[in-house]
Protein backbone atom coordinates (compact mmCIF):
# COMPACT_ATOMS: atom_id res chain seq x y z
CA UNK A 1 0.00 0.00 0.00
CA UNK A 2 3.04 2.44 1.25
CA UNK A 3 4.56 1.48 -2.54
CA UNK A 4 1.50 2.44 -4.17
CA UNK A 5 0.84 5.53 -2.57
CA UNK A 6 4.45 6.40 -3.35
CA UNK A 7 4.47 5.82 -6.72
CA UNK A 8 0.67 7.36 -7.34
CA UNK A 9 2.19 11.01 -5.51
CA UNK A 10 5.11 10.86 -7.52
CA UNK A 11 3.30 10.49 -10.50
CA UNK A 12 0.94 13.27 -9.67
CA UNK A 13 3.89 15.66 -8.60
CA UNK A 14 5.37 15.15 -12.01
CA UNK A 15 2.11 15.86 -13.81
CA UNK A 16 1.52 19.84 -11.59
CA UNK A 17 4.83 20.29 -12.14
CA UNK A 18 4.78 20.23 -15.79
CA UNK A 19 1.29 21.89 -15.77
CA UNK A 20 3.23 24.65 -13.42
CA UNK A 21 5.67 25.18 -15.67
CA UNK A 22 3.50 25.70 -18.96
CA UNK A 23 1.56 27.92 -16.93
CA UNK A 24 4.88 29.91 -15.83
CA UNK A 25 6.31 30.01 -19.80
CA UNK A 26 2.79 31.33 -20.61
CA UNK A 27 2.89 34.23 -17.94
CA UNK A 28 6.16 34.69 -16.97
CA UNK A 29 8.80 36.97 -19.76
CA UNK A 30 10.39 35.04 -22.09
CA UNK A 31 13.57 34.17 -20.79
CA UNK A 32 12.76 33.48 -17.36
CA UNK A 33 12.86 29.92 -17.58
CA UNK A 34 15.59 28.18 -19.54
CA UNK A 35 14.44 26.39 -22.56
CA UNK A 36 15.47 22.76 -21.30
CA UNK A 37 14.28 23.40 -17.86
CA UNK A 38 10.84 23.80 -19.58
CA UNK A 39 10.81 21.10 -22.45
CA UNK A 40 12.55 18.28 -19.65
CA UNK A 41 9.58 19.24 -16.86
CA UNK A 42 7.01 19.25 -19.91
CA UNK A 43 8.28 16.08 -21.05
CA UNK A 44 8.22 14.01 -17.49
CA UNK A 45 4.96 15.57 -16.79
CA UNK A 46 4.02 13.84 -20.16
CA UNK A 47 5.52 10.54 -19.37
CA UNK A 48 4.36 10.57 -16.08
CA UNK A 49 0.75 10.71 -16.97
CA UNK A 50 1.33 7.94 -19.70
CA UNK A 51 3.01 5.92 -16.80
CA UNK A 52 0.09 6.24 -14.76
CA UNK A 53 -2.09 4.59 -17.83
CA UNK A 54 0.26 2.26 -17.77
CA UNK A 55 0.56 1.22 -14.56
CA UNK A 56 -3.53 0.81 -14.43
CA UNK A 57 -3.75 -1.09 -17.94
CA UNK A 58 -0.84 -3.38 -16.44
CA UNK A 59 -3.29 -4.16 -13.34
CA UNK A 60 -6.15 -5.76 -15.39
CA UNK A 61 -5.98 -9.45 -15.89
CA UNK A 62 -5.27 -10.82 -19.43
CA UNK A 63 -7.46 -13.45 -20.84
CA UNK A 64 -5.49 -16.28 -19.02
CA UNK A 65 -6.61 -14.46 -15.72
CA UNK A 66 -2.48 -14.23 -14.73
CA UNK A 67 -1.87 -10.11 -14.65
CA UNK A 68 0.57 -9.16 -17.74
CA UNK A 69 3.71 -8.65 -15.23
CA UNK A 70 5.92 -9.10 -18.10
CA UNK A 71 4.18 -6.82 -20.62
CA UNK A 72 3.96 -4.23 -18.41
CA UNK A 73 7.98 -4.40 -17.47
CA UNK A 74 8.94 -4.30 -20.81
CA UNK A 75 6.17 -1.34 -21.40
CA UNK A 76 7.53 0.66 -18.30
CA UNK A 77 10.91 0.01 -19.07
CA UNK A 78 11.46 0.70 -22.74
CA UNK A 79 9.33 3.92 -21.88
CA UNK A 80 11.79 4.65 -18.66
CA UNK A 81 14.54 4.35 -21.44
CA UNK A 82 13.01 6.91 -24.39
CA UNK A 83 12.36 9.46 -20.98
CA UNK A 84 16.39 9.03 -19.91
CA UNK A 85 17.60 9.08 -23.66
CA UNK A 86 15.45 11.99 -24.75
CA UNK A 87 16.97 14.19 -21.92
CA UNK A 88 19.97 13.38 -22.35
CA UNK A 89 20.06 14.43 -26.06
CA UNK A 90 18.53 17.93 -24.43
CA UNK A 91 21.18 18.27 -21.52
CA UNK A 92 23.70 16.27 -23.18
CA UNK A 93 24.90 17.83 -26.26
CA UNK A 94 23.43 18.19 -29.96
CA UNK A 95 26.62 16.28 -31.16
CA UNK A 96 25.07 13.02 -30.11
CA UNK A 97 21.47 14.34 -30.92
CA UNK A 98 21.11 12.03 -33.55
CA UNK A 99 21.90 9.25 -31.97
CA UNK A 100 20.25 9.47 -29.09
CA UNK A 101 16.83 11.07 -31.03
CA UNK A 102 17.12 7.26 -33.18
CA UNK A 103 17.47 4.99 -29.77
CA UNK A 104 15.07 7.21 -27.96
CA UNK A 105 12.06 7.07 -30.66
CA UNK A 106 13.14 2.82 -31.02
CA UNK A 107 12.59 2.89 -27.40
CA UNK A 108 9.41 4.66 -27.14
CA UNK A 109 8.19 2.99 -30.15
CA UNK A 110 8.48 -0.66 -28.27
CA UNK A 111 6.78 0.76 -25.36
CA UNK A 112 3.70 2.10 -27.07
CA UNK A 113 3.69 -1.26 -28.45
CA UNK A 114 3.74 -3.05 -25.60
CA UNK A 115 0.70 -0.64 -24.24
CA UNK A 116 -1.04 -1.45 -26.98
CA UNK A 117 -0.98 -5.05 -26.11
CA UNK A 118 -2.00 -4.22 -22.45
CA UNK A 119 -5.15 -2.44 -23.96
CA UNK A 120 -6.24 -5.06 -26.32
CA UNK A 121 -5.69 -8.29 -24.47
CA UNK A 122 -7.73 -8.20 -21.14
CA UNK A 123 -10.80 -7.31 -23.67
CA UNK A 124 -13.14 -9.88 -23.62
CA UNK A 125 -16.27 -11.00 -25.48
CA UNK A 126 -18.19 -14.00 -26.91
CA UNK A 127 -18.83 -12.70 -30.46
CA UNK A 128 -16.52 -14.33 -33.14
CA UNK A 129 -16.38 -11.19 -35.16
CA UNK A 130 -14.40 -9.81 -31.60
CA UNK A 131 -12.03 -12.68 -31.78
CA UNK A 132 -11.08 -12.24 -35.28
CA UNK A 133 -10.79 -8.26 -34.51
CA UNK A 134 -8.59 -8.88 -31.42
CA UNK A 135 -6.03 -11.52 -33.19
CA UNK A 136 -5.90 -8.98 -36.03
CA UNK A 137 -5.19 -5.99 -33.70
CA UNK A 138 -2.77 -8.11 -31.16
CA UNK A 139 -0.26 -9.01 -34.63
CA UNK A 140 -0.93 -5.70 -37.20
CA UNK A 141 -0.21 -4.07 -33.61
CA UNK A 142 2.97 -6.05 -32.92
CA UNK A 143 3.76 -5.79 -36.56
CA UNK A 144 3.62 -2.41 -36.98
CA UNK A 145 5.81 -1.74 -34.14
CA UNK A 146 8.58 -3.99 -35.28
CA UNK A 147 8.58 -1.95 -38.84
CA UNK A 148 8.65 1.84 -36.63
CA UNK A 149 11.58 0.50 -34.98
CA UNK A 150 12.97 -0.86 -37.55
CA UNK A 151 12.46 2.22 -40.13
CA UNK A 152 14.30 4.39 -37.14
CA UNK A 153 17.10 1.49 -36.88
CA UNK A 154 18.47 1.61 -40.53
CA UNK A 155 17.20 5.15 -41.06
CA UNK A 156 14.44 4.20 -43.80
CA UNK A 157 14.45 0.35 -45.97
CA UNK A 158 16.90 1.27 -48.38
CA UNK A 159 15.52 -0.05 -51.81
CA UNK A 160 12.43 -1.04 -50.36
CA UNK A 161 11.40 2.18 -48.76
CA UNK A 162 8.00 2.70 -51.10
CA UNK A 163 6.29 -0.88 -50.80
CA UNK A 164 7.58 -1.42 -47.16
CA UNK A 165 6.15 1.86 -45.84
CA UNK A 166 3.11 1.00 -47.46
CA UNK A 167 2.80 -2.46 -45.81
CA UNK A 168 3.38 0.19 -42.40
CA UNK A 169 0.74 1.91 -43.37
CA UNK A 170 -1.57 -0.84 -44.39
CA UNK A 171 -0.76 -2.25 -40.91
CA UNK A 172 -1.14 1.32 -39.30
CA UNK A 173 -4.45 1.54 -40.68
CA UNK A 174 -5.45 -2.01 -39.80
CA UNK A 175 -4.18 -1.91 -36.23
CA UNK A 176 -6.33 1.37 -35.60
CA UNK A 177 -9.50 -0.15 -37.46
CA UNK A 178 -9.55 -3.34 -35.44
CA UNK A 179 -8.95 -1.91 -31.82
CA UNK A 180 -11.15 0.35 -32.06
CA UNK A 181 -13.36 -2.41 -33.38
CA UNK A 182 -12.42 -5.06 -30.79
CA UNK A 183 -13.47 -2.19 -27.54
CA UNK A 184 -16.63 -1.17 -29.27
CA UNK A 185 -17.61 -4.89 -29.30
CA UNK A 186 -15.93 -5.70 -25.70
CA UNK A 187 -18.20 -2.73 -24.00
CA UNK A 188 -21.16 -2.38 -26.13
CA UNK A 189 -22.14 -6.25 -27.27
CA UNK A 190 -24.26 -8.19 -25.26
CA UNK A 191 -22.90 -10.21 -22.78
CA UNK A 192 -23.82 -13.92 -22.15
CA UNK A 193 -27.55 -14.26 -20.84
CA UNK A 194 -27.97 -10.53 -20.92
CA UNK A 195 -31.66 -9.62 -21.40
CA UNK A 196 -32.90 -13.49 -21.24
CA UNK A 197 -35.44 -14.45 -18.71
CA UNK A 198 -34.39 -16.59 -15.73
CA UNK A 199 -35.44 -19.72 -14.48
CA UNK A 200 -35.76 -18.21 -10.87
CA UNK A 201 -36.65 -15.35 -9.15
CA UNK A 202 -33.27 -13.41 -9.03
CA UNK A 203 -33.91 -11.76 -5.99
CA UNK A 204 -35.21 -14.01 -3.15
CA UNK A 205 -34.98 -13.74 0.90
CA UNK A 206 -31.99 -15.56 2.65
CA UNK A 207 -30.73 -16.03 5.97
CA UNK A 208 -27.08 -16.09 6.95
CA UNK A 209 -24.90 -16.07 9.82
CA UNK A 210 -22.57 -13.31 9.81
CA UNK A 211 -18.93 -14.20 9.59
CA UNK A 212 -17.81 -11.43 12.03
CA UNK A 213 -20.24 -11.67 15.15
CA UNK A 214 -22.45 -14.50 14.23
CA UNK A 215 -25.45 -12.62 14.22
CA UNK A 216 -28.51 -13.87 12.03
CA UNK A 217 -28.61 -12.24 8.68
CA UNK A 218 -31.89 -11.46 6.66
CA UNK A 219 -30.65 -10.44 2.83
CA UNK A 220 -31.80 -10.71 -0.42
CA UNK A 221 -29.97 -12.58 -3.30
CA UNK A 222 -27.53 -10.21 -5.30
CA UNK A 223 -28.29 -7.20 -3.17
CA UNK A 224 -25.95 -5.48 -0.72
CA UNK A 225 -27.51 -5.72 2.92
CA UNK A 226 -25.39 -5.21 5.92
CA UNK A 227 -25.39 -6.62 9.55
CA UNK A 228 -27.90 -4.94 12.15
CA UNK A 229 -25.10 -5.74 15.28
CA UNK A 230 -21.73 -4.87 13.58
CA UNK A 231 -22.73 -3.42 10.29
CA UNK A 232 -20.53 -5.96 8.05
CA UNK A 233 -21.77 -5.44 4.30
CA UNK A 234 -22.72 -8.15 3.02
CA UNK A 235 -24.14 -9.61 -0.46
CA UNK A 236 -24.68 -13.05 -1.51
CA UNK A 237 -24.76 -13.65 -5.23
CA UNK A 238 -26.54 -16.48 -6.68
CA UNK A 239 -26.22 -16.78 -10.74
CA UNK A 240 -27.41 -20.01 -12.42
CA UNK A 241 -24.87 -22.25 -14.47
CA UNK A 242 -25.04 -20.52 -18.68
CA UNK A 243 -22.86 -21.49 -21.95
CA UNK A 244 -20.54 -19.23 -22.54
CA UNK A 245 -22.67 -18.21 -25.54
CA UNK A 246 -25.39 -17.33 -22.87
CA UNK A 247 -27.54 -20.40 -23.27
CA UNK A 248 -29.27 -21.25 -19.96
CA UNK A 249 -28.12 -24.65 -18.65
CA UNK A 250 -31.03 -25.43 -16.38
CA UNK A 251 -32.60 -29.47 -16.66
CA UNK A 252 -30.40 -29.46 -19.60
CA UNK A 253 -29.48 -33.24 -20.28
CA UNK A 254 -26.93 -32.61 -23.10
CA UNK A 255 -23.32 -32.84 -23.05
CA UNK A 256 -23.03 -29.90 -25.54
CA UNK A 257 -24.69 -26.67 -25.58
CA UNK A 258 -27.46 -26.80 -28.34
CA UNK A 259 -26.58 -23.30 -29.04
CA UNK A 260 -23.11 -23.66 -29.68
CA UNK A 261 -22.32 -26.47 -29.39
CA UNK A 262 -19.74 -26.39 -27.09
CA UNK A 263 -18.73 -29.30 -24.06
CA UNK A 264 -20.35 -28.52 -21.09
CA UNK A 265 -18.26 -28.83 -18.45
CA UNK A 266 -19.30 -31.58 -15.87
CA UNK A 267 -19.32 -28.83 -13.24
CA UNK A 268 -22.23 -27.06 -15.14
CA UNK A 269 -23.99 -30.13 -15.87
CA UNK A 270 -27.52 -30.48 -14.85
CA UNK A 271 -27.65 -33.37 -11.58
CA UNK A 272 -31.31 -33.72 -11.84
CA UNK A 273 -30.38 -37.20 -13.46
CA UNK A 274 -28.96 -38.18 -10.43
CA UNK A 275 -31.58 -37.41 -7.95
CA UNK A 276 -33.95 -39.24 -10.27
CA UNK A 277 -32.04 -42.06 -9.56
CA UNK A 278 -31.46 -41.99 -6.48
CA UNK A 279 -35.26 -41.38 -5.33
CA UNK A 280 -35.79 -44.63 -7.74
CA UNK A 281 -33.03 -46.56 -5.71
CA UNK A 282 -34.77 -45.44 -2.59
CA UNK A 283 -38.19 -46.61 -3.90
CA UNK A 284 -37.05 -49.76 -4.86
CA UNK A 285 -35.26 -50.42 -1.62
CA UNK A 286 -38.97 -49.16 0.30
CA UNK A 287 -40.56 -51.80 -1.67
CA UNK A 288 -37.99 -54.85 -1.06
CA UNK A 289 -38.47 -53.89 3.04
CA UNK A 290 -42.15 -54.06 2.45
CA UNK A 291 -42.02 -57.13 0.32
CA UNK A 292 -39.95 -58.91 3.16
Known amino acids: ?21 GIAAVVLPSGWVDDEVMITIILVGCYALGGLIVVVLGGTKGIDGRRQRW ?9 LISLGLFIAGIWVGWRLDDQLFKWGAISITIGITFVHRLVVLPLK ?39 MFRILAISAIFTAGTTIAAGALAFFAPKPGEGEQSSYDTSFPVQIACPRCN ?16 KLKVRVEIEEPRCTCGYLLYQLDSNTCPECGKAIPASEKWGGDHTTESTAEQSASDDRDQTQ
Open 1 to 21: MITKRIILWTFLSCVALAMLT
Open 215 to 230: TSIKAQANKDSRCHSC
Open 125 to 163: CNHFAFRINKLTALFTGALTGTLIAAAFLTQGFGSYDEI
Open 71 to 79: TLWISTTAL
